[in-house]
């Protein structure tokens, strides 16, 4: 079976060279590979919780997809699509919403900090916080759930919603007892540089010092030449440790030419001519690019029939058939098959139950009966119902896959004896 890749890309913005060199790049490079099949989408309904500008959206998005095909992402290799044109992800959003427990939505870092934030400045927790910024976890985890996806590379402030994703999908897969979703892997590349901006931070939005992917030769070139050096004087030795420009030229370069732009370094090539060199080498590989993307950009409505017929696509061959899976799974199904179906089912579906009680011996018991009262195990007596009850805790626990407390293996063989037929009306069911 191929393994299933699955990338979401949030437009905002205009990309810049960090996106490119950090994100951009090795993920089409690695979408390639053999053997496996590539999901990239534009997390258009993820970028609304942020942006609620219609046309900025609209822009985003447009920019955002003719940056990917720009840099070399094919689309009749991988999936390319829209998040919105599946609108089977908000269907499974909501099945996954059901099953997803608040509790760990509430631990979420994006919407714990906007909640931490608030409380700091002494304003209502809530204070304009949407729903949609709680809810961003179950949407991711629908998209990744959608196509089954089996690795999702993201950077490292996106383990947690892979983690949440697996959650929601081992629930989904518990209540409705069968494995629907397979369980997504995150997958961080520790190789992937994050490149320092024009004044030696991180290239960041947030710090206003990026150079924009796609700016015209003349703007990169001014922006080249106005990265932060130091003040050595040609002819000095320059240092290539901690230096924005020499690892920004690494990124751009063969491993000789970086070996040769070291010497150059070593020799005390001046500021001017190292920058002169660094702006020939980006724009080198860039220009090819930012002649494809203005290409693109003046065409809009072929990338917008591009994503369409992928979507499209999509939808037929997983989406609409998952989700008419899932519907029948859940119970959304067709009510003239009730009189036939329903009973047995009923009987096979209802969950077994614990029952405890107390002999005339005085001690404490408990049994284990299924959806129709036969009795399956049979407890031996606990001096107080306590007892009882905290190993009753415990096996609940234990098949909902938590791992058995060790205190407990006293009574190993009556919790495997629960175990076992739990699973046996499980599989049966
Ligand atoms: N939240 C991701 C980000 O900001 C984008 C995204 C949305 C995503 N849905 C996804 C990434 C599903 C991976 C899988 O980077």
Not at 207 to 214: A, G
Request: proline share 5%; with cysteine.
């Amino acid at each position: 079976m191929t393994t299933r890749v699955l990338t979401g890309i949030t437009p905002s913005g205009t990309p810049h060279l960090g996106n490119y060199v950090g994100a951009i790049r090795p993920a089409i490079a690695a979408s390639r590979a053999q053997g496996i099949e590539s999901f990239f989408f534009l997390a258009d309904l993820h970028s609304l919780i942020k942006a609620q500008e219609p046309a900025r959206t609209q822009r985003s998005t447009l920019e955002i997809a003719a940056s990917w095909l720009a840099c070399g992402l094919d689309p009749e290799q991988v999936w390319f699509y829209r998040q919105s044109d599946i609108p089977e992800t908000n269907e499974l959003m909501w099945f996954l919403t059901v099953v997803a427990s608040k509790g760990i939505l509430n631990r979420a870092h994006a919407y714990k900090a906007a909640i931490d934030k608030n409380e700091a400045e002494g304003l209502d927790p809530d204070a304009g916080v949407s729903a949609g910024l709680f809810m961003y976890p179950v949407l991711m985890a629908a998209d990744i759930l959608i196509f089954k996806a089996n690795r999702v590379p993201v950077g490292r402030d996106q383990i947690q919603h892979i983690e949440m994703a697996r959650d929601f999908g081992q629930r989904f897969n518990h209540v409705y007892g069968k494995e629907y979703f397979p369980l997504p892997e995150v997958v961080i590349d520790e190789q992937v540089a994050t490149l320092a901006g024009l004044d030696g931070r991180k290239m960041s939005k947030s710090y206003s010092n990026t150079i924009p992917l796609f700016a015209p030769r003349e703007t990169l070139k001014k922006l080249v030449f106005s990265i932060l050096t130091d003040s050595r004087a040609p002819g000095e030795p320059k240092d290539t440790e901690g230096s924005a420009l020499f690892q920004m030229y690494q990124a751009f370069a063969t491993p000789e030419q970086t070996a040769g732009f070291a010497k150059a370094f070593a020799e005390g090539i001046s500021w001017g001519d190292a920058k002169q060199q660094l702006f020939e080498r980006i724009d080198a590989e860039l220009s090819p690019l930012r002649e494809r993307y203005e290409a693109l950009m003046a065409e809009p409505e072929k990338i917008e029939a591009l994503l369409r017929r992928r979507g499209q696509q999509l939808r037929e061959q997983y989406a609409v058939p998952l989700l008419k899976e899932l519907r029948h799974a859940v119970g959304l199904r067709d009510l003239a098959d009730v009189p036939r179906a329903a009973a047995a089912e009923l009987a096979r579906s209802a969950p077994p139950v614990f029952k405890q009680y107390r002999e005339k011996d005085g001690r404490f018991y408990f049994k284990l009966t299924d959806g129709e009262g036969t009795l399956l195990v049979q407890s031996t007596g606990f001096d107080s119902p306590r007892d009882a009850g905290q190993l009753i805790a415990v096996l609940k626990q234990a098949e909902q896959g938590d791992a058995l407390q060790s205190d407990l293996f006293t009574l190993e063989a009556e919790v495997a004896a629960v175990l076992a037929a739990l699973a046996t009306l499980r599989d049966a069911g």
